[in-house]
């Protein structure tokens, strides 16, 4: 029927309504266009970014290419021969002239500890260098005739490397090239990985017992109690993160006011005050505390539209009150214990401040690492590595919440 018809300016009225279509597809994309563009720009830039410097480090390389070359010649477990030593001459004449010694030998000090004060010492002699190469370079300082250290340029000859990743594993690589564990000593990310799962999802877990009551009570109060407690609830979003941490730190350290009361009420002795700051009790109050609304926000959600009168018609009909909640009430929470439990636990295992000034050495997360080196000891890429392990965590429990729950059932508000 529609083919025959035409607007008034006789175009097909299907036609017409085709552009129509279009128009207004372009409008509301140049509407969202402002939108789309800071996501871009605050959110995929920089964590493409990251992504890249994870695996892309071109200190070393581009500091030594006559040294890179030989490595690309000669496989693993190769002892280095005069042409490299050679090359190696040369590439630190080369780092001299442009300055860049230290820079290359921070890139191989990352897996060799003492390489950038070697590289930088041995640059300034390497003009007065002369065949034969190896035993001049050995006169020098014999510290180049280290299997490891051989290995460690080899790593860090290519500009793309998963070295970092390994690293961020408690992974390396031995003398032949093969993946091995790092000394036990050195292990440390894994365990610091694991430490940060525990307490995240122990943090999560608090949040869900101390904030379903509380979400449970904001939903059946009248109006009028209802609002005093949320306000209560949303107290803490009122006030600096800064100061809720120090905070905690005055009311929980060693002459702290929570030991000050229970010594004063006979509770322990004056000798027998507890340690609860600068360890991970003092992480997971402080941390619970800050969560806690997150979780009892998405709880409320869902709770609020639950008609009380399913509970009353189950007891009417025999259940016990346990029987209602667990059988009728519970389950209609579900999507809002799953929507607070995924945001309280993705907060959790990045969280930094807190960790940082209430955590001690027994509190501290994966993101203190992080930010360590990122500010001290400059290993953006080993930096970038773990983080993108961390990002990788957060979208597989995302990915399973997805499944088990579904993001459709997703409430937050």
Do not use: C
């Amino acid at each position: 029927m529609s083919q025959g018809l035409t607007t008034a300016d006789g175009m097909p009225l299907k036609q017409a309504l085709a552009a129509a279509e279009a128009r207004a597809k372009r409008r509301a994309f140049i509407l969202v266009m402002p939108l789309l563009l800071f996501i871009l720009l605050t959110f995929v830039a920089p964590i493409g970014q990251m992504l890249l410097r994870s695996v892309y480090n071109p200190s070393f390389s581009q500091s030594a290419p006559n040294l890179s070359v030989w490595f690309e010649n000669n496989p693993a477990g190769t002892e280095p021969d005069e042409a490299a030593f050679e090359a190696l001459v040369l590439d630190l004449q080369k780092m001299r002239e442009e300055k860049s010694q230290g820079e290359a030998g921070t890139r191989v000090n990352y897996d060799y500890s003492g390489a950038r004060s070697l590289f930088t010492s041995t640059a300034r002699k390497a003009d007065k260098l002369e065949p034969p190469y190896k035993e001049a370079m050995l006169e020098a300082d014999d510290e180049w005739s280290n299997p490891g250290l051989w290995q460690a340029m080899r790593g860090a000859s290519s500009a793309y490397t998963l070295n970092f990743y390994l690293a961020a594993l408690d992974l390396g690589r031995d003398e032949n090239g093969k993946i091995v564990s790092v000394d036990e000593n050195r292990a440390v990310y894994i365990k610091l990985f694991g430490r940060t799962l525990f307490l995240s999802a122990l943090i999560t877990m608090t949040t869900l017992i101390l904030g379903f009551p509380i979400a449970h009570l904001l939903a059946t109060l009248p109006l009028r109690y209802s609002n005093l407690l949320m306000i209560f609830v949303l107290l803490p979003f009122w006030t600096s993160l800064l100061v809720r941490t120090t905070s905690w730190i005055v009311l929980l350290q060693s002459q702290g006011v929570v030991n000050d009361v229970m010594v004063a009420s006979g509770i322990v002795s004056e000798s027998g005050r507890l340690q609860m700051i600068y360890n991970q009790t003092g992480t997971i109050i402080a941390m619970t505390h800050i969560l806690l609304p997150f979780t009892v926000l998405p709880l409320y959600s869902v709770m609020r539209p639950i008609n009380p009168s399913y509970v009353r018609a189950a007891r009417s009909l025999g259940a016990t009150s346990w029987t209602a909640f667990r059988r009728i009430y519970l389950p209609q929470t579900i999507p809002g214990i799953g929507a607070g439990a995924l945001l309280v636990f993705i907060l959790a295992v990045g969280y930094y401040i807190t960790p940082a000034l209430v955590g001690g050495s027994d509190g501290q997360l994966i993101s203190n690492l992080i930010a360590f080196h990122m500010q001290k000891s400059l290993n953006w890429s080993l930096a970038a590595a773990l983080a993108a392990l961390l990002l990788g965590g957060v979208l597989v429990l995302y990915w399973l919440y997805d499944r088990l729950v579904g993001i459709d059932n997703l409430k937050l508000g």
